[in-house]
């Protein structure tokens, strides 16, 4: 037995029975901010170029983001140069702030100012690690050393901002700090570094500075840090003064529930990437947030819906790959290739269209592939799991045909058979080459070579249907007519005239089927022989050419099988 597990300590909640937390409701989208160009692309094997970064960020504002964090100006030439080429070139819509992010030393925060001159609107971001370990370990100080660093930071950014603003009257610039790691901190101490920082910078109502909570390294379940954050909303001396901020990582894989919890418990503001590259495990992944919030039925203020375009960016600009399950981007999560979930969705997508219903509801799709810009066509993929529903929505939704539910099992179990056979998933087109050549290619043994059709009135209110015509039957031309009372019951007396007669009918349905400006009808017969019961469909022009041909088509279909058993004998 693995006994590792014993060298690690478990996380120490704080004790806080005050929330309120768990009342909550999400009902708005917090702001935003876009950590991509920064925390993102730090944790990249080859961070992006000057390039890729102006490219990312256009697509960060096409989706929406007013906030985007673009970079470490004072950590390499390219994360300068970036900035630089974004504020010259004009680049940076009006709505729109820049972040740059600076550790508390003075000789960054000086490099830092002087790489945002001239930017219209600004987060000046600086930080400090404010955690017990990182105390002890990274800077071999106490909690006043620690506050030292911040207030320091606070004063020279003060000052250097007031001169900024002197020298750029247009400029509008706000700070923000993170005391980092804040979950490894003890809230009381989070508290207090922050109160001091907003009054160092001078903080007031009118004029907030954001402070950013991070979960650095996520260290325990979201209600942990869903406690912390609230215990600092709520004790905040200046409360008043800040604009709440949470930046939380996704360690143990549940960044998404930390953020909402987060958001929950008082976060106004929310740091991310959109498919949560970041450090380590990653940030919070924004798009999932904002997705998350529209499935609800609330306005996430970002637009996904050109999902697709998105993700070519990323990968891209990033050499990452968004994951085939990852939340509402991956290529395989609006598809469904067991047989009971397809038989739901294609129930579920029906009843929307019959019954125009206002609100979303389909099984298994939480929400419309459409709004990502995905197409239905993906959504029920034919494989060896898959079910009859299955079969039946890939020929409505790709072909127009409209099965009827009788036939369901028969075309279902031909499919699945196939895809036994190849041991793979089938494409839409394989399902309708095998529904012609079952279905709509069966010319043998019978093929009908010439007819005629016609009715009269025998009394006003009674019309009686004539068939005349010519069966071939492998090879033998077979004259043959009848009379009922529509084309079907005409061309089964028609049959039963030259001994044709085993075969009775069972059900028949048609519907109209338009390929490309040419329209025609379908008609699905079931006859049945002896106890078993098989489909034959026609498809023609006239309606009722096309239930004869269905007839046929079903007849050939029982003789094919008849001949294969006993050639199997
Ligand atoms: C959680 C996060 O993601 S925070 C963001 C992290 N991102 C990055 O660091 C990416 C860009 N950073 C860099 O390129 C470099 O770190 C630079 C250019 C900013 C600084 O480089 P250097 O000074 O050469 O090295 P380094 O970052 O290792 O500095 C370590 C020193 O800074 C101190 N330090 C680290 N962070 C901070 C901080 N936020 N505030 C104050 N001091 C800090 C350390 O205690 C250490 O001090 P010491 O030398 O007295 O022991
Ligand atoms: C600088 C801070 C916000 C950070 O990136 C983190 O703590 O993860």
Same mark, same amino acid.
């Given at each position: ?42 944790? !990249? ?167 950013? !909570? ?65 450090? @380590? ?43 085939? @399950? ?125 007819? @005629? ?8 209110? @009674? ?107």
């Amino acid at each position: 037995m693995n006994k590792g597990y014993k060298k690690y300590l478990p996380f120490q909640p704080i004790r806080f029975p005050e929330r309120t937390w768990p009342e909550k409701v999400i009902d708005r989208a917090p702001v935003w901010c876009s950590v991509d160009l920064r925390d993102g692309n730090q944790a !990249l094997v080859t961070p992006m170029n000057l390039h890729q970064k102006v490219v990312f960020f256009k697509t960060l504002v096409e989706i929406g983001f007013k906030e985007i964090e673009v970079g470490f100006p004072s950590a390499s030439e390219t994360e300068y140069e970036t900035l630089r080429y974004l504020i010259d070139e004009h680049l940076i819509p009006d709505d729109v702030t820049v972040q740059v992010l600076v550790q508390a030393r003075a000789h960054l925060i000086e490099k830092t100012f002087e790489a945002i001159r001239g930017a219209k609107n600004v987060i000046v971001h600086f930080y400090n690690s404010t955690s017990t370990l990182q105390r002890k370990v990274v800077f071999d100080t106490d909690m006043e050393g620690v506050i030292g660093i911040a207030m320091d930071a606070a004063r020279l950014i003060r000052q250097l901002a007031d001169k900024m603003r002197e020298e750029y009257p247009e400029m509008n610039l706000r700070f923000e700090y993170s005391p980092e790691s804040f979950s490894g901190t003890e809230v009381e101490n989070a508290v207090r570094i922050c109160d001091d920082v907003l009054e160092a910078l001078g903080a007031t109502p009118e004029d907030k500075t954001i402070i950013n !909570l991070p979960n650095t390294v996520e260290l325990a379940t979201p209600n942990c840090f869903a406690d912390q954050v609230e215990y600092v909303a709520t004790h905040l001396k200046h409360r008043d003064c800040a604009i709440l901020s949470i930046h939380p990582h996704n360690d143990r894989g549940t960044a998404t529930a930390a953020t909402e919890l987060g958001v929950m418990a008082g976060a106004e503001r929310v740091e991310g990437t959109v498919f949560g590259n970041g450090e @380590r495990t990653g940030n919070c992944d924004i798009m999932n947030l904002a997705m998350n919030l529209y499935a609800q039925g609330v306005d996430p203020k970002l637009d996904f819906t050109n999902m697709n375009h998105i993700k070519r960016v990323y990968e891209e600009c990033t050499h990452m790959h968004v994951h085939e @399950r990852h939340p509402y981007a991956g290529e395989l999560v609006f598809t469904a290739f067991s047989g009971s979930h397809q038989d739901a969705i294609h129930k579920g997508v029906t009843y929307m269209a019959k019954t125009g219903a206002a609100h979303w509801a389909v099984p298994y799709l939480p929400i419309d592939p459409a709004d990502l810009g995905r197409q239905y066509e993906p959504i029920i993929r034919i494989n060896s799991q898959s079910g009859k529903g299955g079969a039946a929505f890939i020929m409505h939704r790709h072909f127009g045909y409209i099965l009827p539910k009788q036939m369901h099992p028969e075309f279902g179990a031909l499919i699945q058979e196939v895809c036994n056979r190849e041991g793979r998933e089938l494409k839409a087109e394989e399902v309708f080459r095998i529904f012609q050549r079952e279905y709509l290619r069966v010319h043998a043994p019978y093929d009908l070579k010439r007819y @005629r059709l016609f009715e009269e009135n025998e009394k006003l209110d @009674r019309v009686v249907v004539y068939f005349d015509g010519v069966l071939s039957c492998n090879g033998r031309n077979i004259q043959l007519s009848g009379r009922g009372n529509g084309p079907i019951d005409a061309f089964f007396k028609a049959l039963r005239s030259v001994g044709i007669t085993a075969y009775k009918f069972v059900s028949y349905s048609e519907h109209a089927i338009s390929t490309g400006a040419d329209s025609q009808a379908v008609s699905y017969i079931e006859l049945s022989h002896g106890d078993e019961t098989m489909f034959g469909v026609g498809l023609d022009h006239n309606i009722s050419l096309s239930s004869i041909k269905g007839i046929i088509c079903a007849i050939n279909r029982f003789e094919r099988r008849a001949q294969a058993e006993k050639q199997e004998k």
